[in-house]
């Protein structure tokens, strides 16, 4: 099988090109032809990290102007903001699924599958409503499976006691939740921003 060279197009047996040491993605001759197509290659390369994987990033949301800006959103009801959201049709995650965890406020980690609002992928608004909606049957679910709950702690910001549910959730009612930020950890799932 054989590659060719990012910058001057020769052919080369697999093994006698050189990868680009910071992605790991674009094959080269030698440095001559990895510096001539640096201008070409730079806004590719400084996209991937180190591994020649996306680098982590926040996805982040706005909602509002002025003095009534802010970045969170209801996991309960979140259509009102999301009426009022920032770039909510911009494609934030470019994949057809994703995997999250959450954490917050359950007794565990579990991971939940999200499918794409879109061909392109995850829009801003998409990847909320998703999520809100995966809170929503997890809250659902561990009510369903509810024997007994304890009592809530008085004197706390707590108005839910402990859940012998399948999630086990503590501390809050969905009501509480808001969402921040959503971040692709290392091996590929996305880690939750969850505020009450």
């Known amino acids: 099988m054989s590659r060719v060279c990012a910058s001057c197009s ?9 990868r680009c040491g910071r992605c790991k993605q674009a094959l ?11 201008a070409d290659h730079k806004k590719a390369c400084l996209a991937r990290g180190l591994d020649g ?11 509002g102007e002025g003095e009534d800006e802010r970045h969170y959103i209801s996991l309960e009801s979140p259509d009102e903001a999301l ?4 770039d909510a049709d911009e494609v934030v995650i470019a994949e057809k699924h994703i995997v999250v965890e959450l954490t917050y406020p359950l007794s565990g980690t579990f991971r939940f599958k999200l499918h794409a609002d879109t061909a392109a992928g995850f829009t801003r608004r998409g ?11 997890v809250f659902y679910r561990d009510e369903e499976r509810t024997q007994s709950r304890s009592p809530p702690c008085s ?10 549910g ?4 503590w501390g809050h009612v969905l009501g509480d939740l808001v969402l921040h930020t959503v971040s692709r950890d290392k091996d590929g ?4 921003g969850i505020d009450s």
């Open 28 to 38: 080269y001759c030698d440095r001559t032809c990895q510096k001539a197509h640096w």
């Open 53 to 63: 994987k996306p680098p982590r990033r926040d996805i982040t949301f706005t909602i």
């Open 189 to 192: 799932t996305y880690g939750l």
């Open 10 to 18: 020769t052919e080369g047996a697999q093994g006698t090109l050189q």
């Open 83 to 86: 009426a009022e959201m920032h």
């Open 127 to 137: 990847l909320v409503k998703r999520i809100s909606d995966t809170y929503h049957q």
């Open 155 to 164: 004197g706390f910001l707590i108005n839910r006691g402990f859940s012998d």
């Open 166 to 169: 399948k999630y086990g959730i």
